[in-house]
């Protein structure tokens, strides 16, 4: 029997012929059970009538097979939902909402209806193509194209070293790329060059989980939908972004009608439409409406102090505007190394901090009511309601994400309401494996697996054992991070770099600064699906298998590690990631990292990198485990997983009968960290030349840069290009309509487009909103690279504008 | 019969037509078949990427939730057709508050993107069917997202081979088992 078949639920079976010998038999009882209907269903027939009725569906069942149906999580967004696709003749035919996920439970959104579309766009990527000088792509052979990676590489490294290389990656790789990707760069180029897009997407919740719990990633997960009273999203169009996940917290509310969703944004939002209150606040102001809820918890004496004696300590960073700076301006513009440092600090002095946010202080920063406010602190400080705050990124591209991280799980510390089923901070993820690859593998340029850093000496010899690897092979210089990757490339201090399953030649802010044109000298490298801009600019273009082409693993926002096979083949010579990347190793003289045979390198790949999870709070599923499950929830201990982190009860590695623990957080005594975070001004704010706020973001119907979704009919036609919604009062003033088109001009660059009006999101006076999947029409040519200061996440939600008639 | 048929044909024709910007009449036919009906089955197929995809809108945006029209029956709305009943009003985790255009999306544009090679799931009929003559066939379908039976086979919406020739039972489930799928699942 297959694994697949062993998850389907089979427990409190009555019936040994459910043991799985009856191949058909076992496949119908249990889909009827996962619809529900099995026992209840068949209740009103007599015995004979149920015979008749099996015998029948037995024989239905002999009919040869009119697809064949594998599991796999969605492609998209970080939400994980389980699909199965249905294949026939090698193709993907029609996808279905898997019943016996957890996360979804057999529903998806219209971008998961439609996955299998995305696979068979005409202009499929189908063999490697190299830019000739005239600028022309001539197609090559795989060991021609990996040849070549392998010299370019090679002799960077030899004459400019491992600073001159990099790999830019993606929360869209399976752990296998990922994975590979790291053990090449980090254990064979014995550089740290290797950063992702997810940089651009939730590095600023990983230094909030990081700064705080010494630990990455949330303790609760998706359960909380339906333990929680209070759903409180900040900056977090979860309608359209999370469908699913907000379908869950609507079927919440319907069952149990106390419940709020309190929707905290900048501009109203489908999201809006189903909220009990909407909390409007000027953008980056957020940071001052969170310390003002902070003050009235404390003034109202609405805090857990129990909680707080044993469990939290009080931090604080540097808060010095002018030494922090946004990594955009003067001397940082090249290179942005800001570090913060953790000073110890005290109840007390949490308290006089807070002197400074009251209500009126608050509400004339962030312009939000002082009684909105007065309402955030009653739900936050209500014991006997519990508590969920989501967001995304709202509050992670944000020039100070790592402080609004802070800020949204002190209120949960400072409440007590964390760890608990309904009661935690969870942050959202965008990409099928921002978590999973990114955050669990490490594809950061300062990171190894398992919340390991490249800096500590202990954590490099831990990794150079596991690989077996001589002591002192891994580089303790943290490598570029994203921005500053491309900042590098630009300048031509990175001279061989390798692009894979992303898009930044759409993506990075402040797109113009990095324009390129192939043949400067450097060598650039994209491995793809489809042509898009950055292929466009490529040296050398790659064709990737997708998805169902290839075995692989994701790890959702719950952190849930999903294995799915491979289902389909891919198109043409089309490779998997990781394969690319472990034939260059080998051609490099590094066969040594990947000792596993070709025909079968997946299992025994992710058992070594399960090694490091091991112990350390981070357990991993076996692979054979995850074969037959939709996914476990890691700490996976003795086969099970953990709905809770650092909960007694909950969590395998909590020793205490009660309570939580915070076993990770070594450095703070075991302890959660409460910072003390200020407000700072956004980078850039509105001025005469430029009155207007411009903030980018996404539609339901499109995923990142489009280059998938794009090419699905139903989808394109829904949303078939980008638009500028504008407040009615500004288009009045500008003098425009919906459909007209108009310029918008930022001090970096300008685009032109058509304005659109009481859409489906309403931006409030002086606020702009252009979603960025357009490739024909760059937000980013407008936006500012200015940065996180700890997490070095760009900012894409403000910067300042001017929109013109378009002549 | 096919008297009924062709009236439904053109009142789906109609409704579709009101969702697009093409001259009226332009949905009718069928491309090179000058003056040919298109099937309720094509329009059925045209509306959605394969079979069991959710439909794409084929109206445009009224002003009214869209549970006002597409109620758990389904009503005849002047000047417009008639509304499909929705077949989701007793889905148990999907809420009457839900996101309809979670799942359906309008047509703004009649254009593709870049081609594609795409063949979705067509819908097939022959999976329904009975032990023996007389006996009531098997739902050939899931059943999630699809419990309201009484959306797709009875009433003006319900096409004339799965229409419902006895809606007074109400207990579907009592005499019709499901065969949620006659497909054999991957394997390792």
Known sequence: MSGYRQAKPTEGSDDPRESGHHEHRFDRRAALKALGIGASGIAAFSCSDREKAERLQDEAAQIPADLDWGKAPCRFCGTGCGVEVGVKDGKALAVRGDLASPVNRGLLCVKGYHLPGFLYGEDRLTHPMRRQ????????????????????????????????????????????????????????????????????????????????????????????????????????NMAEMHPVLFSRILERKRQSPGTRIIDIATRRTPTSDYADLYVEFRP??????????????????????????????????????????????????????????AKESTFEELVQFLEDYTPEKVEAISGVPAAQIRSLAEMYGQGYRNTVSLWCMGVNQHVRGTWMNNLITDLHLITGKISRP?????????????????????TLSNRLPADMVVMNEEHRKTAEEIWGLPEGTINSKPGYH????????????????????????????????????????????????YPTPTTDVADL?????????????????????????????????????????????????????????????????????????????????????????????????????????????????????????????????????????????????????????????????????????????????????????????????????????????????????????DGRGKTPRGTVFIPFFDESCLVNRLTLDAMDSISKEPDYKKCAVRIEQAP | MIRTLAKWMLLFSSAIGLGCQEEPGAQDSVPGRPGGLKSAGWVRAERRAFDGAPPVIPHRRFGPP???????????????????????????????????????????????????????????????????????????????????????????????????????????????????????????
């Not at chain 1, 909030?208 to 359960?223: I, N, R, V």
């Not at chain 1, 309904?422 to 955050?439: E, H, I, K, Y």
């Not at chain 2, 997202?145 to 319900?158: I, K, L, Q, S």
């Open chain 1, 133 to 236: 000088a005239d600028g022309t792509l001539e197609k090559i052979t795989w060991d021609e194209a990996l040849d070549l990676i392998a010299e370019k590489f090679g002799s960077a490294l030899k004459d400019h070293g491992p600073e001159s290389v990099a790999v830019y990656g993606s929360g869209q790789w399976t752990v296998f790329d990922g994975y590979a990707a790291l053990k090449w760069v980090k254990g064979g180029m014995k550089s740290n060059n290797l950063d992702p897009n997810a940089r651009l997407c939730m590095a600023s919740a990983v230094m909030g989980f990081m700064t705080q719990f010494q630990s990455d990633e949330p303790m609760g997960c998706y359960e909380d939908f339906e333990a929680g009273d209070d759903f409180l999203l900040w900056g977090n």
């Open chain 1, 284 to 341: 980056g102001s957020d940071l001052a409406l969170a310390n003002g809820i902070l003050h009235l918890l404390v003034k109202n004496e609405s805090i857990d102090r129990a909680f707080l004696e044993e469990n939290v300590t009080f931090r604080r960073g540097i808060e010095d505007l002018e030494q922090i700076g946004y990594g955009c301006y003067g001397d940082q513009a090249e290179r942005y190394t800001f570090k913060d440092e």
């Open chain 1, 422 to 442: 309904g009661n935690n901070p969870f942050s959202l993820t965008g990409q099928p494996s921002a978590c999973g690859t990114v955050r669990e593998v490490g």
């Open chain 1, 482 to 529: 994203a921005v500053d990757m491309f900042r590098a490339l630009s300048r031509g201090d990175v001279k061989a770099m390798w692009i894979q399953v992303t898009n930044p030649w759409v993506t990075m802010p402040n797109l113009e600064r990095f324009e390129r044109k192939p043949g400067d000298g450097r060598f650039v490298v994209v491995s793809d699906i």
């Open chain 1, 541 to 757: 273009i790659l064709p990737s298998a997708a998805w169902i082409e290839r075995e692989g693993v994701f790890g959702n926002s719950e952190r849930r590690t999903q294995q799915w096979n491979r289902l389909i083949d891919p198109p043409g010579e089309a490779k998997e990631d990781a394969w690319q990347i472990i034939q260059v190793a080998k051609r490099m003289g590094m066969e040594n990292l990947f000792p596993w045979p070709e025909n079968d390198w997946h299992e025994p790949m992710f058992e070594e990198y399960r090694r490091f999870t091991l112990g350390r709070g981070k357990d991993l599923a076996s692979y054979e485990q995850l074969k037959k499950t939709r996914g476990l929830m890691w700490p996976v201990v003795d086969g099970k997983e953990t709905s809770y982190r650092y909960a007694a009860g909950h969590d395998p590695y909590v020793k205490k009968s009660s309570g939580v623990h915070f076993y990770k957080a070594k450095g703070y005594g075991e302890r959660a960290a409460l910072w003390l975070r200020p407000y700072h001004p956004p980078a850039e704010v509105p001025d005469e030349a430029f009155p207007f706020w411009l903030c980018t973001g996404r539609v339901l119907e499109h995923w990142h840069t489009g280059s998938m979704t794009r090419r699905v009919k139903e989808l394109h036609q829904a949303v078939p290009k980008a638009y500028i919604e504008i407040n009615r009062a500004d288009a009045l003033e500008l003098g425009v309509k919906t459909g007209d088109r108009v310029r918008v001009l930022s001090r970096r660059g300008e685009i032109e487009l058509p304005v659109e009006i």
């Open chain 2, 66 to 188: 869209c549970l006002t029209c597409h109620n758990d029956r389904g009503i005849d709305v002047a000047g417009v057709g008639f509304a499909p009943a929705n077949p989701h009003a007793r889905t148990e985790g999907l809420s009457d508050r839900s996101r309809c255009e979670q799942c359906h999306v309008f047509r703004h544009s009649e254009e593709v993107w870049t081609p594609s090679d795409f063949t979705g799931l067509r819908q097939t009929l022959a999976n329904s069917r009975s032990a023996y003559q007389g006996a009531p066939p098997v739902i050939p379908h899931r059943v999630f997202m699809r419990e309201n039976c009484f959306a797709c086979h009875t009433g003006p919406a319900a096409r004339e081979a799965i229409r419902c020739t006895h809606p007074e039972r109400v207990r579907c489930q009592q005499c019709h088992v499901p065969v949620t799928t006659n497909d054999r699942f991957l394997q390792e």
